[in-house]
Each structure stands twice: as C-alpha cells, then as structure tokens.
C-alpha cells in the first residue's frame, strides 16, 4: 500500500474558460424560464422560448470541452478511481439537494401534488432512486419522468455515463477515432429528430435512448474542440456570444425542427464553444461570468420542484396573463436566490469538506 497522500497538482482544478462558463449561466436561465413556460403552452409553437430544451445539449458539448481540458493531461496519472471521485464530488451534493427539495414540494404542495396516490414505500423508493440517480420512471401524473422528483436530473444520468466512457476508453481515444464516433452519434442525432420530428427526448421512460444519441455526439464534438484546439480568437465577448446562444433557443418551434435541431446541435452549438474559448473579456463582464458559471449548475439542479408547484397551481387557479408575467420574472428572481444559497451554504461547504477529507486520505 502506498501511504503517499495524492499530488496535489493532480487534484487542482484548472483555470477556468470564462466566458463559457458564463455562457453556462445563459443555458440554465432558458432551461428555467422554458419549463415555466412549458407548464403554460401545451403548444410549443405558442412558447416563445419552444427550443429553450436545446440548453441541454450545448451543456453536454461544453461538458465534453471541459473533461478533455480538465483530465486529458492528468488522467493518467491520477487514475480512474481518482477521476470518479472527482466527478462525484463536483456533481452529486447538488443531485441529493435537487432530490430532498422535490421530495418536500411532491408532499407539501399547496396545488396538489397528489402525494395520497402512492404509499410510504413507493415515495422512499422514488427519493432513493432520484437520490442514487437510478432512472425509475414510476409516476404517470409526472409523464413517466426518469426522476420523478427532479426531472432535470435525467441529464445529469447520461452526463455520469459520459464520464464513465470518457474515463475508462474515451480518453485513450485518438482523434481520428473520436471524429469517426462523432459522425456516427450525428447520424444517429439525425435519425432521432427525423423520427421524432424534434430532439425534445432523453427525460422520460419513452424516449430513453435519445437521451444516449443527445450525448454522445455533443460530448464527443466537446472533446474534439478542445482536442484539435479549434479555437477561434473573436472580439464579440461574453454578450455577444450570449444573444447568440440565445438565439437558438428562441429560434421559432416549427415542423421543420427535425431539421433545424440537428443543425443547432451538430454545428451550432460546436461553433458557440469555439468562439467563447477565445473571446476576449472586460474584468467587469469577467465577475459576471464567473458567477454566472457559478450558479448555473445549482440553478439547473434546484429549480423544477418549484416548476412543479407553479404547473399545479396554473392549472388549477387558471391566473391571468399579466399574474403569470410577474409570477415568473419574481419566480426566476427567487430561484436564483434559492440557487444562490443553496450553492454557498451546502454546495460549495460539502465539496469542500469531501475535497480536505480526499487530500488527506491515503493513496492505494
């Protein structure tokens, strides 16, 4: 047994991209402000950010951006136990505080969670699968979510699988393999947006496997950016580039998605990451990014237990127009709170302390 306690330039985090990480923040504000929405239009042709889904896959091609840059060089040495633990502590605190939160506001939800149609054991079966991230699609009032108290969690199922791929073959992977597995995923990206006439899938038990097709080109295309170093030096900074990223997801929701989504996904989204790797940043837009990259994460995590409450209560107190305006500007205003807290005062102290306890612990 080797008593040496790991290097710590092995578990040293990388500087950060800034101005995608504040892009992240963009993509997690439209994953917000679309499921408010969506809670309103069945019509996705009536919802002005229809396409706010899409976030998701610029996340997975960040993703893949990111784990290249962060343990390319460094997961060698460190080795593939190490890297789990590393990944695990970065995302699973905020994968139990989702779970806990969407477990109070299914039994406490003043418009009708309906927490009466299940027993005891089916509820603690429900919170230890969210909790242990296993897809349990049980509940039909919740369409048959993989995790039904935390819905946005699906993503974060298939971001762990990516990790492990990444972890145990990916990162060996040479170029011209990982561009040749690229174009295969992209085929598939294809076949599931011409099939389903969208790429909305990967959240419940019906469209599972698209979920596997979202990830593995977008994460794949991630790695091949940072691989290739497909970086474009640009002027248009972090506003710039965040009207544009916006753009796509307040692109119109038409019957054309089949192929206006895939075209997003496989190059625009690709082009996004090649441009925020190189933009230049003022230090003030610079605080800005860094918190917004911050937050992202928690945000994403914390939200859709309030998305439930807020989908229960349109339905059954049916307000007006301008009510559900201001509900949702305050709504979005308080998760960011909500987010905020939750990252300062449970987040960033547990990852923390898991961090110390890991630096300490003896290498095997």
């Keep these: 047994m080797n008593t040496n306690k790991l290097s710590p330039d092995i578990l040293t985090t990388k500087q950060h991209f800034d101005t995608l990480d504040g892009l992240r923040g963009v993509a997690a504000l439209a994953v917000v402000i679309f499921h408010f929405m969506e809670m309103i239009y069945s019509d996705y042709s009536q919802n002005f950010i229809g396409h706010g889904f899409l976030a998701v896959d610029f996340f997975f091609c960040l993703s893949g951006f990111v784990i290249a840059y962060a343990y390319d060089d460094r997961i060698g040495k460190m080795g593939v136990t190490e890297f789990f633990k590393s990944r695990i502590i970065r995302l699973h605190p905020l994968v139990i505080s989702g779970s806990i939160l969407g477990l109070l506001a299914f039994l406490f939800d003043p418009f009708g969670g309906h927490p009466e149609l299940y027993n005891i054991g089916s509820i603690a079966l429900i919170f230890l699968s969210s909790v242990l991230l296993i897809p349990y699609p049980a509940m039909p009032d919740r369409y048959f979510n993989l995790f039904n108290l935390n ?73 091949l950016i940072y691989r290739s170093n497909w970086i474009i030096k640009n002027k248009l900074g972090f506003i710039g580039l965040a009207v544009l990223l916006a753009l796509s997801f307040i692109m119109p929701f038409s019957k054309w998605n089949w192929l206006t989504e ?32 911050k937050i992202s994460y928690p945000l994403y995590m914390t939200h859709y237990a309030v998305i439930w409450i807020f ?48 630096k300490q612990a003896p290498s095997v």
């Design 151 to 223: 819905a946005p969690a699906w993503s974060l199922f298939w971001e762990y699988i990516a990790n492990i791929f990444y972890a145990l073959v990916l990162y060996r992977v040479g170029r011209r393999y990982l561009f040749l597995l690229a174009i295969l995923s992209g085929a598939w990206i294809c076949l599931v947006a011409y099939q389903s006439g969208n790429l909305m899938g990967g959240w419940s038990k019906g469209t599972f496997w698209d979920g596997c097709a979202r990830i593995s080109y977008s994460f794949l295309a991630g790695m």
């Design 311 to 358: 989908g229960n209560y349109y339905t059954s107190q049916k307000p007006g127009a301008t009510q559900v305006t201001f509900i949702i500007i305050t709504g979005v205003i308080l998760l960011i709170g909500i987010a905020y807290l939750v990252m300062v005062f449970y987040d960033m102290p547990v990852r923390k302390y898991l961090t110390n306890k890991r």
């Design 262 to 293: 895939p075209l997003v996904v496989l190059f625009y989204f690709p082009l996004m990451i090649v441009l925020g790797a190189g933009t230049v940043l003022t230090p003030g837009v610079k605080k800005l990014c860094v918190f917004s990259g």
